[in-house]
Structures are given as structure tokens and as C-alpha cells.
Nanobody, 123 residues
Framework: VQLQASGGGLVQAGGSLRLSCAASGRTFSSYLMGWFRQAPGKERVFVAAISRGGVSTYYADSVKGRFTISRDNAKNTVYLQMNSVKPEDTAVYYC?????????????????WGQGTQVTVSS
């Protein structure tokens, strides 16, 4: 499956942004989907993940209560709604997909990756 992330940009602290990740192929609903981010000079880290049917969601503590992951399997798209953003949310955001269950925060277990979209939060 190929993933294409979009929706990044410049936003003021306290504002909102919605990222999208469109997937090719007809098996999107069979994949667990996640979002990761990589800040300048730092390693890529887990942000959020969502189950195949969209019922279960998982978040890093740093974004819990501010970010919401969702998916529309009819549109082959996963979203990341970012509210109350902070300067420390500045990073390149990547969407990723995996076919197997396991530790959702482990990027090594994701098989497919999008190209990343830059999010910059100004103070």
C-alpha cells in the first residue's frame, strides 16, 4: 500500500490543524494505522494509532486530550486532528500502516510509510 500525507503547515500556538493520509489499494481496512513525528535533531516517535475498524485509538501521553486520530475506510484515509497545538508539536509528521497486531508504538513494526508532512507551531 502507498501512503500520502498532507495537511501540514504553519499554525500559531493554541490553534488547530488536521492532517490527512490517503492510502492506495483496496485493503486499507485490513491495516492498523498510526502517526509518528520527528522533531529537528530528534528520533521519530509514536503519536497515535487506530484499529482497523476505527473503534480503538491509542495516544502518546504528550498528545492525549489534544489530538484525535480517526479513519474513513470508505475513503482509504486516516486523519490526525491536532488541537491546542504547542511549539513542541513542531515536527515532520508521518503516517504508517501495519498488517499485524503488536506494540503499536514501535515504528519497526510498521510496514508502510508516507513521505511526511511538516507541521510548524509558532509561539
Amino acid at each position: 500500500v502507498q501512503l500520502q500525507a498532507s495537511g501540514g503547515g504553519l499554525v500559531q500556538a493554541g490553534g488547530s490543524l488536521r492532517l490527512s493520509c490517503a492510502a492506495s489499494g483496496r485493503t486499507f481496512s485490513s491495516y492498523l494505522m498510526g502517526w509518528f513525528r520527528q522533531a529537528p535533531g530528534k528520533e521519530r516517535v509514536f503519536v497515535a494509532a487506530i484499529s482497523r475498524g476505527g473503534v480503538s485509538t491509542y495516544y502518546a501521553d504528550s498528545v492525549k486530550g489534544r489530538f484525535t486520530i480517526s479513519r474513513d475506510n470508505a475513503k482509504n484515509t486516516v486523519y490526525l486532528q491536532m488541537n491546542s497545538v504547542k511549539p513542541e508539536d513542531t515536527a515532520v509528521y508521518y503516517c504508517a500502516g501495519r498488517g499485524k497486531d503488536g506494540h503499536l508504538e514501535r515504528e519497526s513494526q510498521y510496514e508502510y510509510w508516507g513521505q511526511g508532512t511538516q507541521v510548524t507551531v509558532s509561539s
